[in-house]
């Protein structure tokens, strides 16, 4: 390196760079070594890049494929970077940059052109202005009406109504009605109105958690003395912040917790939360056990199910 | 710089001087047009710093994306019918899964090298998000949003929209459990919106949650509509990138009016094909020995069920941890709800957050009065002010992505939710906080500090012939960082009228704020 250290920082432009010229000379210090470490990167590259071959050939284990091939891009690439970076000219190099910006004439005579001639256009024909104006306008919004409303149906009742109706037995997801005698105290199950697999969404919509209390813990709202047989609790699985079902029963605290985002609520109280972001009650579903034990739905939810949303009241 | 009107002959004698490359060139030529532009291409040059090649860590990531997605559209099937799976993963056979899950599971298990596509087409995609993340970040730092460049962060900020989004219907394809819980949670957030949501909600899931219309329409929506937009403003990304040449640190010869770095060809192109491999092969190395998304462990989408610990791809994160810690408020009124617990953080928040990114150009415009064009960058100390806007921001983005993980948490501490999720709510804000005057002071400190940013020189030990050791520094080299870069004076006031320029129509003083 026998360039003064000013030399080699100042930028020279490419276009008149002689081949003797110190920007044109590359970094590395000893070419010939960089370049063999250089070649053996890339012939490391290459072995990847056959054994990524012969390992499909042989149909390998999933993970030699990315290994091999990933090797071998990483070598080939690292290679390359440094062929650029140490054997090719080292700079720097200067280059101009040009105004974005016309002349004052030019900007002049272009903001005439665009004043004079949408003048004349737009402003002489004020009639053909507003009528285009108005067909273009409405064939916007026409054209939105297929690419919005033909997508889905209207919501109607379908977001306040479920399957479950007067009289509906709850079975478990292999469609067995579940019995007083079937669950011991603490004991916890998924149920559904008896068809639900009949509905298209019924899975989801109608997914209700069955708990069995001691009916020493329960807490009696009003108006819902007779909902809770024999200590069984029976409320919708979709928690009211987000609609996740509400899986994780914490036995001990009587607490339903959502897993998404830790909503609690308080099973032995109404479903009530205690915590978290959902603000509403898990809506409760009131139960009666008919004459030959089986648990059934003495009524549908007492609200809506799921997430709010604007014309939930 | 070419004669412009010369006989056939003579222009034929100049192609023959370069062999057959300058024939086709020549005739390329003749037809196009080609020498006088390809020339200043290849001489395009290029600023060098190891940050400019963050975008450059997107781009080819997007790249892969493009590349591993086609492969895995050959085999995954959009449907939601439900069939039976009898595939070679044993835990799940005989289960009652959608086509579109099973087809996921057969890419994964039956086709060679499909599971290999399939993880590397993930991390491409968390890798693509993250590199926009950090090369935006770059952007605001450096001030490169400024006058003349404000249209191209704009893009640059719809970009990582559109990134973080498809992300999100992408990972919902294989209709796994976890993915099928977020569905439902976009369901929901959709319904959450005032007057129109449940209408939105219908109208995007093909009626009431599930249905069967979500997986298709987001197939298309991943792999054609978002996908066309991306390489579309990509493309005007680069386009003005081009035209308006690259930004570059100050330093020794580096002025407004010029660019100094690597030409276009051969060195730029041969860099930057190096990195694309490097990009390529460290993803190929991740998706064969890191794995991503089991969705086989998952297993299918059921709405009854649900799994313990559900998190989203990291980009979601910041809004998951926002729709935990909110406030359990409800508007409810007049026979209406607006379910301000959802429709806050989830679309509120990140409208918010967004529209600051965007208008952050303009908010600077405003408090600077700074509309001179700037082609150098700022160092961060430089600018403390807007350094420490953008710790903030960061630092409530990385608090709120925090309290996406309470549940995990809070078992690891061994904590109450309790007193997690307060913690949460109260560390969204106070950190922030105390990020602005700490990073303000961070930043006066190193304005302070002579060697700042500076890479020390060695130190080179002679012995001479008699024993005595003597110490020099070493010689500096070309790439050992800003050895000469003294910091540039920020004038505090520029008289305008002293501009004889076209452009100085606004006349009056202008204040640039330090």
């Known amino acids: 390196m026998s360039n003064t250290h ?109 004043v004079q001639r949408g003048g004349g256009v737009l ?11 108005a067909g273009l306008g409405v064939f916007g919004a026409v054209s939105l009406f297929p690419l919005i409303r033909s997508l889905g149906p209207l919501p109607g009742k379908t977001l306040t109504e479920t399957d479950w109706k007067k009289g509906s037995y709850l079975v478990d997801q292999t469609g067995r009605p579940i019995k007083t005698s079937d669950i011991a105290v603490g004991g916890v199950v998924t149920v559904f109105p008896k068809g639900y697999q009949d509905t298209e969404n019924g899975q989801a919509v109608d997914q209700t958690i069955l708990i069995r209390l001691s009916t020493v813990d329960l807490t009696t709202r009003k108006g819902r003395e007779n909902w809770s047989p024999a200590g069984y609790v029976a409320y919708s699985k979709l928690c009211t912040h987000l609609g996740c079902p509400v899986g994780l029963y914490e036995q001990q605290l009587q607490l339903l917790v959502c897993p998404c985002h830790q909503s609690m609520f308080n099973v032995a109280d109404g479903g009530y939360p205690t915590f978290g972001p959902a603000p509403r009650p898990l809506p409760q579903l ?16 007492d609200q809506p199910v799921g997430p709010g949303y604007w014309e939930r009241s | 710089m070419t004669t412009t009107a010369s006989t056939p002959s003579s222009k034929e004698t100049k192609k023959e001087a370069f062999g057959p490359v300058g024939k086709i060139l020549g005739e390329l030529d003749d037809r196009l047009g080609v020498a006088k532009g390809g020339r200043s291409l290849m001489d395009k040059i290029f600023p060098d710093h190891w940050s400019f090649m963050l975008g450059e860590i ?14 895995l559209t050959l085999f995954y099937v959009p449907s939601q ?80 929209i559109l990134a973080i989004g498809n992300g999100f219907v992408g990972y919902s394809l294989p209709d796994d459990l976890v993915s099928g819980t977020g569905l439902r949670i976009a369901f929901s957030i959709t319904e959450s919106v005032p007057v129109v949501g449940s209408y939105l909600a219908f109208f995007l899931f093909g009626g009431n949650f599930p249905g069967t219309a979500i997986i298709p329409r987001f197939f298309i929506i991943h792999v054609l509509i978002i996908p066309l937009i991306i390489l579309g403003l990509v493309s005007a990304h680069l386009f003005l990138l081009v035209r308006q040449k690259h930004t570059q640190f100050p330093g020794k010869g580096r002025t407004e009016k010029n660019v100094v770095g690597a030409p276009m060809i051969p060195v730029f192109a041969a860099k930057a094909t190096g990195f694309l491999f490097i990009v390529m092969g460290v993803t190929a190395l991740l998706g064969a020995l890191a794995q991503i998304n089991p969705i086989w462990l998952f297993g299918p989408y059921d709405a009854s069920r649900i799994s313990y610990a559900v998190q989203p791809d990291w980009y979601m994160g910041w809004l998951d941890g926002a729709l935990r810690i909110w406030p359990a408020w409800q508007l409810q009124a007049f026979g209406h709800n607006i379910p301000l617990e959802v429709f806050l ?17 303009a908010l600077e415009r405003v408090v600077t009065k700074d509309n001179a064009i700037h082609n150098l960058l700022d160092f961060p100390r430089n600018r403390p002010r807007r350094t420490a806007a953008g710790a903030v921001m960061l630092s409530f983005l990385m608090m709120l992505f925090i309290a996406s993980s309470t549940d ?107």
């Open chain 2, 345 to 361: 953080p989830a679309a509120v928040l990140p409208g918010v957050v967004f529209g600051i990114c965007l208008a952050w150009p």
């Open chain 1, 286 to 301: 009131p139960l009666y056990v008919d004459g030959r034990g089986y648990l059934r739905a003495r009524a549908g939810f």
């Open chain 2, 81 to 160: 019918t439900i069939v039976v799976y009898h595939g070679s993963y044993a835990p799940l056979r005989g289960q009652h899964v959608t086509q579109a899950f099973a087809s996921s599971i057969d890419l994964s298990f039956e086709v060679r090298c499909g599971m290999l596509m399939r993880q590397m087409h993930h991390w491409a995609c968390d890798i693509f998000v993250g590199a926009i993340v950090i090369h935006m970040a770059r952007v605001f730092f450096t001030g490169a949003f400024r006058k003349p460049r404000e249209l191209n962060y704009t893009i640059g900020v719809i970009l990582l």
């Open chain 1, 6 to 114: 000013d030399e080699q920082r100042t930028p020279v432009a490419i276009t008149t760079a002689t081949a003797d010229d110190p920007h044109m000379q590359p970094l590395a210090r000893n070419p010939e070594r960089t370049e063999r470490i250089i070649a053996l990167m890339m012939l490391v590259g290459l072995v990847g890049f056959i054994g990524f071959g012969i390992a499909y050939w042989y149909n390998a284990d999933a993970w030699v494929y990315g290994a091999t091939i990933g090797a071998g891009a990483v070598f080939l690439g690292v290679g390359i970077t440094a062929w650029g970076k140490y054997l090719m000219p080292k700079g720097p190099f200067v280059e101009e940059r040009h105004d974005m910006a016309g002349t004052a004439e030019e900007r002049e005579a272009f903001a005439a052109a665009v």
């Open chain 2, 408 to 514: 995990v948490l809070a078992n690891y501490f061994k904590i109450s939710l309790n007193l997690m999720l307060w913690s949460m709510r109260i560390l969204v804000f106070l950190i922030p906080i105390i990020t602005y005057p700490i990073a303000l002071l961070i930043c006066k400190e190193l304005q302070n500090s002579p060697e700042g940013g500076k890479r020390k020189r060695a130190n080179v030990v002679l012995r001479s012939a008699e024993g005595a050791y003597t110490t020099v520094q070493a010689e500096s080299r070309p790439g050992d960082g800003h050895e000469e870069l003294a910091a540039e004076p920020v004038p505090t006031f520029i008289d305008l009228d002293e501009d004889d320029g076209a452009e100085s129509a606004d006349g009056g003083v202008r204040r640039v704020e330090r």
């Open chain 1, 123 to 133: 402003g002489r024909r004020k009639l053909l202005l507003g009528t285009a104006g």
């Open chain 2, 58 to 71: 997107a781009l080819y990531s997007f790249v892969i994306l493009l590349a591993t997605g086609v492969f």
